[in-house]
């Protein structure tokens, strides 16, 4: 039952970190707990690359609740892989002003809640419940979102509580017309697999509108334009660690359940859902494009590229086929290790500069080399230069469209690429190595301050390289376990 | 059971749903916080009351259950919530720079509710004959009501209300159509509902203290053109 310890791990630490012992511990019981969940998870996915499915470790009677397949097994793993080094990037993070205890314990409670939330939504095999745990999210991390109290991270974290929970409600009754289609169709268990069994007897009207409704009710959480709103607002007021977590999994985690309607929407003649996620993808894409242009501050830089990220997954998902599937895989992989790393390079800026203007931020690389040296990595590794990551997997989904005739779609989403590539190396490098007191006069303290290193926590630069190490290695090479798990993952989006 | 009760109970289900879709009209034209939560109250008791009427009609226990968790969860402990969380303030709020007038807020909800009644009927044909009721209609109208709600108000209260009022057109049309999914899913999401209460009274709380108002939905700092520069200028 090593999936029932896995979720549990997390809420353990919750309680234990508001247990008035020494402040100290607090942290460490987080990076402890997200250690530990990462290595049991490790395992699990193992035991599901090897098993080529859910195999024996789980009882029958727990299948209708529970249920792990590669593509759960890719999410957790991907999960617990940021959830750790956002935990360690925390430790510095916010030792670098006095917090009352009080504060950070709710900091390290809310954060380990919300780490067992998004843990849940793959494992979960019952749509209703996983609809519960995406809410659940949502709510675990709005306190986190409001953590810094001030005027534009309260209304953030409102702004993102209100439209993230509309759309729940509309996501909600997709759930609900999709469970009446299965009764309509004479019915079966509940769960995704079930799902995928009883759709070729589903009422296909039932089907379309519970699709619509799910992708644009989760899509608004996802952040596909143009429910995005309120997306840069609480991926750039958040504390950085947790803008890694909203940013690299958690967009992620809920892009997940629309993908798991897939393989159910291939068995209904005429449903188009390929279609429709080639449009709202493309036009994510697009927008967020264009919008990177003529950003003005560098962490709603970052929160604009998952937009554009969270856009390119779903149309190589529309563009369908197995290679295009494999990209959209990939890619996924890519966003979240490259996203988490790019907000803990944002985070060290902002703690040396102390603003989140881009226009105030010229020559970062004098004030503090190793911050201004990983803006412009995470730059490059996010717009997806070679041999980066980012890079493999969208060269592969563009090969994959090419090989399938799609040439309009492939093209604009390629033209699209280019441009936000344009988009975030501009902005990156007038900041990192731009001249510093020319160009922003404004800032006169800092002309002075420029001369004294900045030194980042070690907990920080420890992060920064955890995640660098796989944003830089798997554009150049793919274990192979994890082209077994990708494949499995990839196959789980296919009828 | 004979057909003339059958009769009986699809006549009072109607009645029910029926006034359930008057209060959330009455929602959307209330200016005064504390009515929107009243009227919020008795459209839980209405859900409540469709949920145990349906479930005698169709012998089903599970609806029974639906019914004793909202009479439950949203007439009782989502006040009480509110008031250990929550500042006092937010009851006494009227809005007084709605986006739209209330004859033009009421047109446009008028128009919403024709919309969901011709997606509705289609949509509750497809699933069965049975289902033909007047709940899946109402209940994406409210569900559209309720979103309503949401875009045109600014009060902390009157827009969780309106997230509140989602959730109860989902359910209406859940207790039809979706009749036995489960006691606990059924739990889990009104235990969910209550999970909101609190998260969003402890953030209208922290926006009061550090900003001092309640119209979260007017907080406008944060846009494209003018950059955030991270400097707090709260008023006291």
Do not use: W
């Given at each position: 039952m090593s999936v029932i310890v896995i979720l549990l791990l997390p809420l353990v630490a919750a309680l234990l970190v508001c247990i008035?012992?020494?402040?100290?511990?607090v942290a460490g019981v987080t990076v402890v707990s997200c250690l530990a969940d990462l290595i049991l998870i490790a395992r699990l996915t193992r035991q599901v690359v090897a098993d080529h499915?859910?195999?024996?470790?789980?009882?029958a009677a727990w299948s209708k609740w529970i249920a792990v397949d590669g593509l759960s097994a890719l999410i957790l793993l991907l999960v617990a892989l940021v959830a750790t080094t956002a935990a360690v990037y925390s430790v510095g993070y916010l030792a670098h002003e006095v917090l009352p205890a009080k504060k950070l314990r709710l900091y390290h409670a809310n954060y380990n809640l919300f780490i067992f939330s998004m843990l849940a939504i793959p494992v979960l095999a019952e749509p209703t419940l996983v609809w519960i745990v995406v809410e659940l999210t949502t709510l675990c991390s709005a306190l986190l979102v409001s953590f810094d109290n001030t005027r534009e991270a309260l209304e953030a974290a409102w702004k993102y509580v209100v439209l993230s929970l509309m759309g729940a409600g509309v996501a909600l009754f997709g759930f609900l017309v999709l469970f009446a289609a299965m009764r309509a169709g004479?019915?079966?268990?509940?769960?995704w697999a079930g799902l995928v069994t009883a759709a070729p007897r589903m009422p296909p009207i039932l089907m379309q509108a519970a699709f619509l409704l799910i992708l644009i009710g989760l899509g608004t959480k996802v952040g596909l334009v143009p429910m995005h709103t309120w997306l840069p607002d609480a991926h750039s007021q958040a504390p950085s660690p947790v803008c890694a977590l909203l940013s690299g999994v958690e967009t992620t985690s809920i892009l997940y359940v629309i993908l798991r309607l897939f393989p159910v929407m291939q068995?209904?003649?005429?449903?188009?859902a390929e279609t429709w996620a080639i449009i709202l993808g493309l036009i994510s894409v697009g927008t967020a494009a264009f919008l990177l242009l003529q950003v003005k501050d560098y962490k709603r830089l970052f929160a604009f590229s998952t937009v554009e990220h969270m856009g390119i997954i779903l149309a190589a998902i529309g563009l369908g086929g197995s290679a295009a599937d494999y990209g959209a895989m990939q890619q996924i992989v890519s966003h979240s290790v490259t996203k988490s790393f790019c907000f803990y390079a944002a985070g060290a800026a902002l703690l040396a500069v102390g603003t989140r203007e881009i226009a105030a931020v010229r020559g970062l690389i004098r004030r503090s080399p190793l911050a201004g040296a990983a803006l412009i990595f995470g730059g490059l590794a996010i717009a997806g230069a070679p041999p980066m990551a980012v890079f493999l997997s969208e060269f592969l989904i563009l090969r994959a469209g090419l090989a399938q005739g799609q040439y309009v779609a492939t093209g604009l989403l390629a033209t699209f690429i280019v441009i936000a590539f344009f988009g975030v190396m501009a902005h990156m490098n007038r900041m990192v190595f731009g001249a510093p007191a020319s160009l922003a006069?404004?800032?006169?303290d800092s002309g002075s301050e420029a001369s004294e290193r900045f030194r980042l926590p070690f907990s920080c630069g420890l992060a920064l390289i955890l995640a660098a190490v796989p944003a830089l290695v798997l554009g150049v090479y793919i274990p192979e376990p994890l082209h077994d798990l990708l494949t499995l993952a990839a196959a789980a989006v296919m009828r | 059971m004979n057909e003339a009760t059958e009769q009986l109970l699809e006549n009072l289900n109607a009645l029910a749903t029926g006034l359930f879709l008057l209060t959330a009209f009455g929602i959307v034209a209330m200016r005064q916080a504390r009515a929107c939560l009243n009227l919020f109250i008795l459209q839980s008791l209405l859900l409540a009351a469709s949920a145990a009427l349906l479930g005698l009609r169709y012998g089903s226990g599970h609806l029974y259950g639906v019914a004793l968790v909202n009479l439950i969860s949203k007439p009782i402990i989502v006040p009480w919530l509110l008031r250990k969380t929550s500042p006092a303030e937010i009851y006494t709020r009227r809005e007084i720079d709605q986006v739209l007038d209330i004859p033009t807020a009421l047109l446009i909800a008028l128009a919403l509710v024709i919309g969901a009644y011709f997606v509705g009927v289609p949509l509750a044909d497809a699933v069965g004959p049975e289902f033909r009721g007047p709940n899946v209609p109402i209940g994406i109208a409210v569900l559209l009501l309720g979103a309503f709600t949401l875009t045109v108000r600014r009060e902390a209260l009157s827009l969780l209300i309106g997230l509140l009022v989602m959730e109860n057109g989902a359910f209406l049309t859940g207790i039809s159509i979706a009749r036995d999914l489960g006691v606990l899913v059924e739990l889990a999401i009104a235990t969910d509902g209550l999970v909101i209460v609190f998260i969003m009274g402890v953030l209208v709380r922290a926006v009061q203290k550090q900003i001092?108002?309640?119209?979260?939905?007017?907080?406008?700092?944060?846009?494209?053109?003018?950059?955030?520069?991270?400097t707090d200028e709260a008023q006291p």
């Open positions: 008035p012992l020494a402040k100290r511990l499915g859910p195999g024996e470790m789980l009882d004479g019915g079966g268990t509940y769960t068995a209904v003649p005429g449903a188009h006069p404004e800032r006169e | 001092g108002t309640t119209a979260v939905g007017a907080l406008s700092s944060l846009k494209e053109t003018t950059a955030a520069t991270g």
